[in-house]
């Protein structure tokens, strides 16, 4: 079994920061990727950032040149460095991670935390 705990959601007035930190346990074996993905009220969910074990970084355009994806390969832990938010920014954001356990290789949510940009 594996466990994604997110953490560093909140308020935040436009054009602040904030940092989401998403870290993985139990049974690893290998992290193929983990990444980022956002919904806001009313909108499916979109893929924010993801990160490769090999280090291939995607963003959404979005976020491109604000938004910032990194991995601890020795804490299993993805961050994810948002500058220069915006009030579409606002959104519950979701870790994922593609992780071969003891047992099998899967897809892993976390249980989201809120991010609200607002004045």
């Known amino acids: 079994q594996v466990q994604l705990v997110e953490s560093g959601g909140g308020l935040v007035q436009p054009g602040g920061s904030l940092r989401l930190s998403c870290a993985a346990s139990g049974s690893i074996f290998v992290i193929y990727a983990m990444g980022w993905y956002r919904q806001a009220p009313g909108s499916q969910r979109e893929l924010v950032a993801t990160?490769?074990?090999?280090?291939?970084?995607d963003y959404a355009d979005s976020v491109k040149g604000r938004f910032t994806i990194s991995f601890d390969n020795g804490k299993n832990t993805v961050y994810l460095q948002m500058n220069s938010l915006k009030p579409e920014d606002t959104a519950v954001y979701s870790c994922?991670?593609?992780?071969?356990?003891?047992?099998?290789?899967?897809?892993?949510w976390g249980q989201g935390t809120q991010v609200t940009v607002s004045s």
């Open positions: 994922n991670a593609d992780v071969k356990s003891s047992r099998l290789r899967a897809d892993y």
């Open positions: 990160i490769t074990s090999r280090g291939i970084i």
